[in-house]
């Protein structure tokens, strides 16, 4: 009888000191932990990827997040950021950790997390695996399997759900550009964000009205690559490639 309460005793130990105490979520809040996300994507386009992280644990807990590259193209470049800092090829483990409270979710507002990815050429598919980890018990992990689909349709995005947004014009930029937004009936409010190629966030634009052109000027950028990401109540909607020419 001692011998099987022990063991009882020993099997609730390792269920709930290993039990996964948080979820992924994609940026529309479905449920991603464990499974494959499948994004379309031509050749020769660039990919953002938010993935929400909600900790279901009674307690604060702490993560870091670890990238295994299963099958890319030589020409590929893939990257991720966590905590505000991007990492590039040469690094697959996040300095940096993210701590979050019971029951709250780090998002891409927060710091949190977002993949990058730039497909080369070649078309063909593409698989890169993040694996999101608590530092206070590493056996205690959540991961989700990235999957680049090439196809001529185009990215995934919720336009049709929350808004739309154009592509810069003129692109190259020169000395302005102008980019138009809408959103839909239920949608509250929209923002434009832009960040260099680290992920380093360079500019913010609080959209105002459900419609409308914003313009955007040489004078905020120094000449190189950019993306904007079009968010509307805090969910991406649709990323471009902004390129500014020479001064």
């Not at 449920?31 to 644990?57: R, S, Y």
């Not at 470049?77 to 966590?82: E, L």
């Not at 692109?171 to 190629?197: H, M, R």
């Amino acid at each position: 009888m001692k011998k099987t309460i022990t063991t009882i005793c020993l099997f609730c130990i390792s269920f709930f000191g290993f039990s996964q105490t948080y979820v992924l979520m994609d940026s529309l809040f479905n449920v991603v932990t464990g499974t494959i996300m499948d994004i379309n994507m031509p050749a020769n386009t660039t990919n953002i990827t938010e993935i929400l992280v909600k900790n279901t644990a009674a307690t604060t807990d702490t993560f870091k997040v670890h990238r295994t590259v299963m099958n890319i193209d030589a020409l590929d470049q893939t990257q991720f950021c966590w905590g505000g800092l991007c990492y590039g090829s040469t690094t697959n483990t996040s300095n940096l950790s993210l701590a979050c409270p019971y029951n709250d979710t780090i998002d891409f507002l927060g710091n949190g997390f977002h993949a990058v990815f730039v497909a080369g050429p070649e078309c063909v598919t593409r698989l890169v695996h993040y694996n999101f980890f608590n530092i206070h018990n590493p056996a205690d992990t959540a991961g989700v399997t990235l999957r680049y689909l090439c196809t001529t349709a185009g990215i995934n995005e919720h336009s049709d759900q929350l808004g739309s947004v154009s592509a810069a014009f003129p692109n190259p930029i020169t000395s302005s550009s102008s980019i138009k937004y809408k959103l839909e009936e239920n949608a509250k409010q929209g923002k434009l964000i832009f960040y260099d190629v680290l992920g380093k966030v360079i500019k913010q634009i609080v959209l105002s009205g459900k419609e409308g052109t914003e313009k955007i000027s040489t004078n905020d950028f120094d000449a190189g690559i950019y993306f904007y990401t079009f968010l509307v109540d805090d969910k991406i909607i649709s990323t471009k490639k902004l390129v500014i020419s020479s001064k």
